[in-house]
């Protein structure tokens, strides 16, 4: 990619996909009626990079001009952000049409999908109901679709850099594009869908998009069976929502949001346990989705995907659909409005499910040395923070602490976006490390390939003192690592804040079976700045671990760009939308009452710093600086012991990143050797053996079981019809017998004949 | 009632008087020759054309079929008048009866047989000059000398027997009185014996035709004493006569009960009823095809002729059950799942044919002991008279059709094993099509004829029996309808059963084709007539010939039960 | 007269055609294969043309949403065949039978496309015509005897193509196809007799026409009713298959050529439904709900246990033809639900099944052709060498495991959402039969087209001695259609569903809920 | 005169001998006989009815039964001569090529 400065005339193609918006503006299309053009773009666009892919490939102009499709996905992906942006520019001017009447939310039916009747118990027929496609609008879905819409355009684009280059994907890549891009379709209709019947549809969508993208690799047998895995475990969680679907239909005769959510009650009339299995399926849908206990066990194996994959679903987007089906279960815990009271045991499950997996989660990610796998982990971790979070939200709402439940709430989904934009770069960055680093590899040896399938560029411990070789790189993930770990002033800190600070006042305060979560998630935090500081320690600070580090160096733009616009957004963007009142902001489709903003900028400044460091609540200053303490310097320090180190004599690399790096080999080094041998430490490496008995009791029961099923119909059920035939058969021969051949015995047989037939008559009329 | 023939009769036995003509005619011509007889004392030789050399023309061995089929030509053009245009009274003295039934029956034997003579080209050698065989041949060319030899000279005999046979049948469907039916019944039966034994030089034949004779013999020896039982019973023998007594009988007389009986073996014998049935799976497959086809199908129609006679007309009472009708639903239970389970796993396809011919014969059985349960009404007793009247005619397509098939694989001496039908699909597609259309109107699949007879005949089991059980539950109306019905699932569980082995012959002509030629075993005339036989059948399945066929059923059933 | 044409012009058709080769000249003899598939081609995209134009009527004379329950429309006037028991060529559609005709059209032209080279062709292409007249016969005949006779009908066409085209053991497959649905169907039709019986008070007054017979069932007692509702499942449920006698199905598949196979779970397989729905529910409402509990068992034993066979298979047409059994289930269960959307959803599911299943068996039936084996595991990563295929595989796996936005999922959630309403946590069954499904499904998948470790090619089954293409022109023509109409009835499933509902919700007041009612049984 | 009862009963044990000599004998000369002991025993009856009823239509059966018999037996003949030209014997029980 040497003169990759030419490169960029390839993105020609996005001129026509950004003008549609204005276009459409000026021609006065209403933003929200132009939603559709979100999902129809790249709904549009997989079906024909996947058919032009099969019919070009291997031509010049598909090849390079067009990348493989690359182009094409990318440019339909700009037309969903853009479009997406206009929506989001549109709510926050408070357009006509997206009006705050509904509490901020706008909804749009399209077509009417399925309609039918429904016989009542008291034997009349109701009058036709109808499952109808449209959008709904708030707050949540526009960060989400902002998210998603941005995280997708920018990881396609990354993707040109570092799918497009990687020679085994040759004449490969119109398919990731094409499965990437309905993904995205999945995704933002998901987002958008105006009822719960579609969000599954799309999220369904999205499931085998994540299987598609994860088996991309799929002569790799552990690619094709980690595709497998993930697809099946979440289609556990996926069966339960769908049962949760079915039950919420029964409960509201509809599943519009606008028409459950107008009054999730009924009056009063709703039956709380009912509604309570209802949610609780449609939490371990979420569940299986976002990877939590016990259903998390897809998640690190489906790092065998291609690592935009990795990026876009499994950090970034697709494990977030859990989250947001969860916070679409707000309205109905909120007692203040409609909401259906006794349920907050919801809520507790919801944060136990969450700190149970924050710690696990953490604890694995200690002892893994791939670089993805620790990310998948950590990603695991922090959307069991969400997740502890909006369960502590529900819980509050259930029980009419509005005001605090709003913050949790806001400050989960605040999470969720920093997370999302940290993570997304995080894996990114691991790419482009792993990109380099096997490039460097494959430039060490060229000639022969003897060891080249020993070598694992994704295992750290290959790695060591990158620093210096990927300056961006390294600062890239320096930054999304701090957001992770939540050093103060810096993305996830204030969200994670929020989280911590609430479920410990909810346990403090309320209930104390709150406090389970919230020891958990303030454990994790600590344990959150101990594994990322180690991969990042690992990575890029001490003596290279392998000769092939010497080769590496960074070189694709398309790769560098998505790297430096997300650092940027994870450093300051936590920060900067605390200011501006994002957390309410959130919350705004379930807050009705609260003021959005300080008067002032600097008082509101003044505000969320207060808010965050010196907190009214005693309690809460303590829990917040020990959570400081915690991710800052515990973590950090440990890492820094075990992993840290300085950089070979006279490289250097960025300020920050060579002074940490310096620091880092401050500390000592510590020798865990034997630590890492301890049963602990092998349970860790093994996954707390969670795969280990899925597979055994897969393998135990389930594959027999079905042997047996198919032995029985063959023996049984066929065998039954098998056997009718085969007597048939032997009473044919049988009853031959008696035909001898001797003329006498058919004589015999007349005579016996004539004496039953009077015999019968005899018998019959006597 | 007149005591003597008159025009008007000889007009009503045309059929039967042609055929008499024909039989003196086949008997003298082929006799044809030069030779002279010289008058004595002087030298003139005046030709008596009796013997002597015989002219080309009466040696050639295809002229005894000429004229049969001339014969049953006319023979049946004559009957079908009858039958298209009914004389008003169809009386011939007190023994004869023309009417719809009659006239369809008789139709129905004449199509038969000339079925069977046409088929019988087949078997008329290429050289009608083949050479005698003499004393040093090698046994190899004097067997196949002796062969043409066969086939050369007792084509008139065989013809013969043919017309003696319809003779016998076309006059027994008119008979309105028993002894009559009777001698009709046994010139007909001495017929079919000598038919069965004809092909003596083998073993099979010999056999064949001894056992049936045998069986045959001591059942009609046995009918022709329960006939002489009611006989002693009544005191006459005429068909109203004894219905006329029957009727006012009190109670059921012993002997007048015995001798129906014993005539049920007779005609049970006939019909393939088990268990008189057995002798006849041997004489099919000891005799050729078309013989067999004939006994299927005529013979068949022939004994149900006169179990109609005997049973709805004679030994029905004015109400309630007949006193046979559990007998009889007994035996055509037992019959036709005797002859569906033997025929699974024959291999002999003629005797394939011959248990299925059995297994028909069960339901047919089974349709008429319905009517004897004595909750038929007589529009549903008509009903299942036409079933099975329908059914016997459509049984001429598609039970003569295989037999014609078989009969043309026959010259190639491979219709013993059904292995001599492979490949019959690549060798000869529209026949093997038209031998698997026959297969399924056999097993009776819809659209074919043989779905039409048997639902018919189920149908009319259900008609009569539907209605009888009420009942809130299943097994209580199980137990109260009347036994009838399930007639109707033993008919229907047999037809299931007896797929197997349709499908399996129809199976094996799609198979490999063994070593035999490759051009069609049938010769033209032969094939055409198989090819229009399945189109029959299906024609007669469904559509408007099947409703004029059933119209003309329907007036025979009219005119035999009034 | 359009649809006396749409059955009997494509039987008459594809009779003379079979005749051709003895007809045509030698000259021409050795066309004669191109000639008659391109004749049987035009027919059948005729028919289909036809069909489309009525089914496409609904948006403008014919309003297909407003024909009253018993009502037809396309009807001709009677005309009596057999008078002498009152059989007459009757035919008319409504929103039953019209989706399923429409799908016979289909399914039929894409057959002979994906099997557009077979062997014998003058045979093969004549024999799929005559099939799709029995088949559409079956489907818009308004007098039962006329609709049993096609009905049996059906099978002859199929057993030759089974016996002619089939596999190794195709001799055993036909035959017991035959013989077992044959024998199921002959106990039907002692039922259909009885309800023949009841049709008048005399001979002359009985008939075979479906009005008629329908409401025969007033004139039995409540256990005759019974015995005759029995008798008729006993025949339907053995053409839908379900269990316990299903067995016949994964012998006829495996052992089918491609386009019988395709034809065979498209159409045939939803005659047995289509035949419970039409004759069964609608003459003995009573019956069908007092044996709701029944049929919710041979659903979920379908459902279930097909699913666990399913998975037990190591051939891919048996899995795939398992999986239709296990489909069919879903049928049964809808239907018991006795609610509006239950029964449509049982209807969607026969369509969608319909379209799904086709290229479910187009896809063995490639493998079968280009690789020579079905057997799961003995291949690997073919994806490396037939793309296509694999793509297709990979629609077709997903469509019918029940992925959304394909139309199977939406017959799905119908059921399951109706199942809900009646039998509340029952429904866990159904839905985690569905996880059942994505497992074989996947794993099936796994071990064909995936894992070959080798980044460049797969591994061949033993038994293949050349170089693997991918599907021929045909094959992707015809599976990319199906493939097509499959996401397009996901994502807009209205064009039949809409009648289908009204069909149900008619169905249900005019009928079921009046049964319900007396029988006392609550929704 | 005797009575005609007396007839009908000899006539039942001439049937009676018949039948049981048809399928206890073996030979197919015998059995041909013991036919025409049955045929005799209908004859018998067909007389005794005939004598009872004054009717003279039983004395024709009679007659034409006894021709009847007649052609049996000539046909019954040929036939075992020809299976014993073929098979060499007239026993019909070892005449089984025909069996399955």
Redesign the interface.
Known sequence: MGDSGNEYRLLMPLIPALLIVPVLAIAGVESVDAAFLIVLAPFIAFPVI?ISG?LYNGKPTWKETLKEGGVIGLSSLLVSLSTAVWILVDYLRGAREISEDAGGRVAASW???????????D?T?SSERIIGVGVWVDSVTLMLLFVATFLCFLICWFSLGYMNTDP?NEDRNHRFYAEFVLFAMGMFGMVLADNF?WL???W??MG?CS??LI?F?????S???A??KA??TT??GD??L??G???L??IYGSLEFSVIFADPSINGTVDSDKLFWALLMLFIGAVGKSAQFPLHVWLPDAMEGPTPVSALIHAATMVNAGLYLVARMVPFVDVGHHGVPGLDELGLIVAYIGGITAFMAASIAFVQNDIKKVLAYSTMSQLAYIFTGLGVSLWFYNNGKTDAATLVFGGSMFHLFNHAMAKGMLFMASGSVIHEVHHAHDHLHEGGDHDHHDFDPQDMRNMGGLASKMPITSAAMMIGSMSIIGIPLIGGFWSKEAIVAKTWKASLDYEPLMFGPAILVLLTAGMTGFYMSRMWFMTFAGEPKHEVVEHVHESTPWIKEPLVILSIISALGGFGLSVFGIVKWLAKPYSYDLGINKDSFLDQVVYELEHAFLPDDPNLRIVGWTTIFLSLVIGPIFAARVHGGSLREGQTSGPLVSWLVWLSGKFGSQDVTEMSQSSLSEALQNRLYFDHYYELALSKT??P?????????RTV??GI?KKV?SN??L???Q????????????????????LS??A??W???G | MTSELDGIDLQLLLPELVMTLGLAAIIIIPNLGDAKFRIPLTSLRVPVLIGGTRFPATRDPRLPNWMTLATLSAALAASTMALLDPPSSGQVGNALEVDQFSSLLTNLFICVLILCTVSATQRLPSDPDAPAPSEGDDEESESSKTAALYDNRRQADFHILLLTLGLGMSLMAKSTHLFMLFVCLELASLSSYVLVGFHKESKEGGEAGTKYFIVGSVASAIGIYGMSLLYLWSGDLSVSGLSQSWQSMESLDPIAAAGVGMMLVAFGFKVGAAPFHLAIPDAYSGTSSMVAGVLATASKAMGFVALFRLLLTIAMPASGPAFWYGTLAVISVITMTWGNLAALSSDNPKRVFAYSSVAHAGYMLAAVSAIGSGIAEPAAQELIVMAVIFHLCVLVLFKMGPFMVLSSIEREGSSHRVSGLNGLASRDPLVAASMFVFMLSLAGVPPFSGFLSKLLMINGIVTVSAGTGGASTILSWATSVNPVFWLAVAVVLNSALSMFYYLRMGMVMFFEPNEDGESSPCNPVVRALIVSMAILSLAFGIGPPSEWLLGLAEDAAAALLS | MILSILSLLPIAVGLLLMALPHILPEGLSSQVSAITRNICMGVALALLAISTWAAATSLSDIDWMNIDFGGYELENTPFEIIPQIGVSWHVGADALSLPMIWLTALVVPLSMLVEWDAKKGHYFHPLLLVMEGAMIGVFVALDLFVFYVFWEMTLIPMFFLILVWGGEDRRYAAMKFFIYTFTASVVMLIGILVMYFNTGSSISDRSFDMIAMLDSGGQMSEGLRHLVWFLLLIGFATKMPSVPVHTWLPDAHVQAPTAGSMILAGVMLKMGAYGFLRVAVTAFPASTVVFTPLLVFLGMASLAYGAWVCMGQSNLKRMVAYSSVSHMGLIFLGIATMQPLGIAGALFMMFAHGIISPLLFAVAGAFKHHYHTLEIGSMRGIAHHSPWLAGHMMLGWMASLGLPMMAGFVAEVAVLIAFWMTFGWLVLLPALTLVITAVYYLTSMQRTIFESNDPHQGNLPDTLHHEPRDITWHENAGMTILGALTILFGILPFFFWDMMSYWSTEVMVQLLADAMQSEGVRP | MIDPSWIAALGVILFGIGLLGTFFHKNGIVVLMCIELMLNAANLNFVAAATHYGDVSGWVFTAIAIAIAAAEVAIGLAILLSLYSTQGTISLDAARELSN
């Open positions: 996947l099969q077509i009417d999908w399925i309609s039918f009747d429904v016989l009542h118990s034997y027929m085994i019947l599954f549809i799309f369904e969508i085998l299987y598609l088996g690799y799929f002569w790799k047998e690619a094709a069976y595709a497998k697809f099946l289609r556990v069966v339960f769908m049962v679907l079915l039950i239909y029964d389930v594959l079981f079905a042997t047996l099923a198919a032995w029985f119909d059920i066929d019809i035939e048939s058969v009473g044919s021969v009853i031959r017998r008696v035909t001898t051949g001797r003329a006498s015995d058919y004589i015999l047989m007349v005579a016996v004949g004539a037939i009077f019968l008559a018998g019959v009329s």
